[in-house]
């Protein structure tokens, strides 16, 4: 691939999505709202896909439609369990991976004791979203709202702080939506896997676009995805790939990934470059952004860690969340050096990490059900326990003076506000 010019203007405005088709859905499954209307659609004639090159396999893309009603309510109390945490199931894929480098890495030195936990000074306010959403991905949006995925009822929810008000989008039949992040257009990309698509939702109209992924790439269990310096939004499956959608073509690309199964977090340093972690392959790695997706393997120096998220600092030094090792990790390109800590409490496991606007580092550790954050100039942590047992927090994202997360295992968003 090439280097490309900006994506995001008139001609992407005009020409993204003229040669796909129009996809609604019924509304949210498991949930209490009134049951939603889907309007007949005209299928549009789908553009031939472009060649496919090194393995790699492309599809079209389907447009997106005038939103069928949103589902609508006011914040009640959450009834739903906890589902089950996710795990990456090793399966191997449909392609020899091309051979990759593996970048150079620190001799393993012991991990750091963590530091005394000092009492939380931040509170942490909930909101609850409907009984059965069980929202996984968080992603505050420019106008003040919160976008989530709210797995469980296969839509992409979208909550008003200010009020408390949520309502539900459907995304399709079969929707089981994982991550989601607001693009450079302003709008709401999400990584289904029930759809095995990549689904953008206006935030204006709310209209639902649909990215499917090539037939010969069934069920890859995507996860999220992130977007480089040209904008193209690069995204991984747990099943052993890597994927991007070349909006301006209205084409989606995926190869195999190196080392098979376990792709899972994914992130953009602040000069655009794309990282991702590999929870079932105990790695990280960084994507070639110029080619089709090529990725340099890059080894932490605890085995068997369970690298689940990563996240770039203001640095770009690179933060991971161990989920195995019940660690938070941090690599420097720049030096291409590990350090690694250890969460504090019996037991801790390591899910979401997120690096906020002042470089302080945010991790979700289920054992103790808290937010736990990090200062790197003091190595120091301090937890923030969430009000709401069993909270089962899969992600966390931010904007300056607030921290976001879902709490899928009690069907709430929460904030806790820096700024205070």
């Known amino acids: 691939m090439k280097a490309r010019a900006r994506l995001f203007g008139p001609r992407y405005l005009s020409g993204m999505f003229t040669a796909v088709l129009l996809v609604t859905a019924l509304g949210c499954a498991g949930s209490t709202e009134p049951a939603i209307h889907e309007p007949t659609a005209t299928p549009i004639p789908v553009a031939t896909p472009a060649p496919a090159s090194k393995g790699q396999t492309a599809a079209t893309a389907t447009p997106p439609v005038a939103a069928s009603p949103a589902t609508t309510a006011q914040p009640v109390s959450p009834t739903a369990t906890a589902p089950p945490t996710a795990t990456a199931q090793p399966v191997s894929p449909a392609a020899t991976a091309p051979p990759t ?127 480089d310096a040209h904008g193209i939004l690069w995204f991984t499956g747990q099943r052993g790939i890597l994927g991007h959608v070349h909006i301006e073509k209205s084409s989606v690309f995926v190869v195999d990934a190196p080392r098979g199964a376990g792709p899972y977090g994914i992130a953009a340093t602040p000069k655009g470059e794309i990282y991702y972690a590999s929870l079932a392959g105990n790695h990280i790695a960084k994507i070639d952004t110029a080619t089709e997706g090529d990725a340099t393997v890059i080894e932490p120096p605890t085995a068997g860690q369970g690298a689940r998220r990563v996240w770039s600092d203001s640095k770009g030094r690179i933060w991971v969340s161990e989920w195995n090792a019940g660690q938070l990790g941090m690599y420097d390109p720049a030096s291409s050096q590990w350090k690694e800590w250890k969460l504090p409490g019996p037991g801790p496991k390591a899910y979401a990490v997120f690096v906020d606007d002042r470089d302080i580092v945010w991790v979700s550790e289920w054992t103790s059900n808290a937010l736990v954050s990090f200062d790197p100039k003091t190595e120091r942590f301090t937890s923030h326990p969430i009000p709401s047992p069993g909270a089962n927090v899969r992600q966390i994202l931010g904007r300056p003076g607030e921290i976001w997360i879902p709490q899928s295992g009690t069907d709430k968003l929460a904030v806790l506000r820096t700024g205070e």
């Open 101 to 227: 480098a593996t970048a150079p890495t620190a001799s393993p030195t012991p991990v750091p004791a963590a530091s005394a936990t000092p009492p939380a000074t931040r509170v942490i306010k909930e909101f609850p979203v409907g009984p059965g959403s069980a929202p996984h991905d968080v992603a505050p949006a420019p106008d003040g709202t919160v976008w989530y995925t709210a797995q469980g009822a296969g839509a992409l929810g979208r909550l008003d702080p200010a009020t408390g008000k949520w309502k539900h989008i459907p995304l399709g039949p079969g929707s089981a939506p994982h991550g989601v992040i607001v693009g450079p257009d302003g709008a709401a990309w999400v990584t289904d896997g029930g759809l095995n698509a990549i689904v953008r939702v206006d935030p204006v109209s709310e209209a639902v676009g649909v990215f499917k992924l090539p037939a010969n790439r069934p069920a890859v269990n995507l996860n999220t995805a992130a977007f």
